[in-house]
């Protein structure tokens, strides 16, 4: 009986000290679009304070298009991934910092050999603070681009996650030719030049 007890409490505690950890850690999600989200999402998944990433589709007008679709360029969608964060971790300026120095915000509609409205630069702001910290994050590092920047800031209206086998595609595919001359360079410039927001 005494056993059975004991057992019970120290597993009381256990269970309330899990849950008060999770309940600690109050989570915000960021939306970005910078060329083919397989290159974010790689990236994002190795940053420090990300809890999650997600590919998908945003700022079209056609409802849950599919990855064909949103290719042909006609349902005004971009590629996106949704980034989950622990701001207490890493801020929301901070992602936009990496999110610079990953894609090529000068490039209309283009990143590369991706080329179309669906690897624009854009940034989906989830609130007005957002809006605002993407607004003064394009005025600080305007100055470190030869032209102008065209990334485009909008409200994120719906996000439609894309279809399984383009989720942690990177890490399901490492050695698939886009992902070893494209997104494995990425990855490697953004360990390099930020080692201290590396996970």
Same mark, same amino acid.
């Given at each position: $009986?005494?056993?059975a =007890?004991?057992?019970? $409490?120290?597993?009381?505690?256990?269970?309330t @000290? =899990?849950f008060?950890?999770?309940?600690l850690?109050k989570?915000?999600?960021?939306?970005? !679009? !910078? /060329?083919?989200?397989w290159?974010?999402?790689?990236?994002?998944?190795?940053?420090? !304070?990300?809890v999650?990433?997600?590919?998908?589709?945003?700022? !079209? +007008?056609?409802?849950?298009?599919? *990855?064909e679709?949103?290719?042909? #360029?006609?349902t #005004?969608h971009?590629?996106?991934?949704?980034?989950t %964060?622990?701001?207490?971790i890493i801020?929301?300026e901070?992602?936009?910092k990496? %999110?610079?120095?990953? @894609?090529d915000?000068?490039?209309?509609?283009r990143?590369g050999?991706?080329a /179309?409205t669906?690897y624009?630069?854009?940034?989906f702001? @989830?609130?007005?603070?957002?809006?605002?910290?993407?607004?003064?994050?394009?005025?600080? =590092?305007?100055?470190?681009?030869t032209?102008p920047?065209?990334?485009?800031?909008?409200?994120l209206?719906?996000? *439609?996650?894309a279809?399984?086998?383009h989720?942690? *595609? =990177?890490k399901?595919?490492p050695?698939? /030719?886009?992902?070893m001359?494209?997104?494995s360079p990425?990855?490697?410039?953004?360990?390099?030049? *930020?080692q +201290?927001?590396v996970?």
């Amino acid at each position: $009986m005494k056993k059975a =007890f004991f057992l019970s $409490m120290a597993l009381l505690i256990v269970n309330t @000290h =899990f849950f008060a950890k999770e309940n600690l850690m109050k989570t915000e999600v960021a939306t970005l !679009g !910078g /060329g083919c989200f397989w290159c974010l999402e790689a990236v994002f998944e190795e940053t420090r !304070g990300v809890v999650d990433v997600v590919n998908g589709y945003a700022g !079209g +007008d056609v409802k849950a298009p599919s *990855y064909e679709q949103v290719s042909r #360029g006609t349902t #005004g969608h971009a590629e996106v991934v949704q980034i989950t %964060f622990d701001p207490a971790i890493i801020s929301y300026e901070a992602l936009l910092k990496i %999110f610079w120095l990953i @894609h090529d915000p000068t490039s209309l509609n283009r990143q590369g050999n991706d080329a /179309g409205t669906q690897y624009r630069s854009v940034i989906f702001y @989830h609130d007005v603070n957002q809006k605002e910290k993407a607004e003064a994050s394009i005025k600080e =590092f305007s100055s470190k681009f030869t032209k102008p920047i065209v990334t485009e800031i909008k409200p994120l209206e719906t996000f *439609y996650k894309a279809e399984a086998y383009h989720q942690d *595609y =990177f890490k399901n595919n490492p050695n698939q /030719g886009y992902c070893m001359f494209v997104v494995s360079p990425k990855v490697a410039h953004f360990k390099h030049e *930020y080692q +201290d927001l590396v996970k």
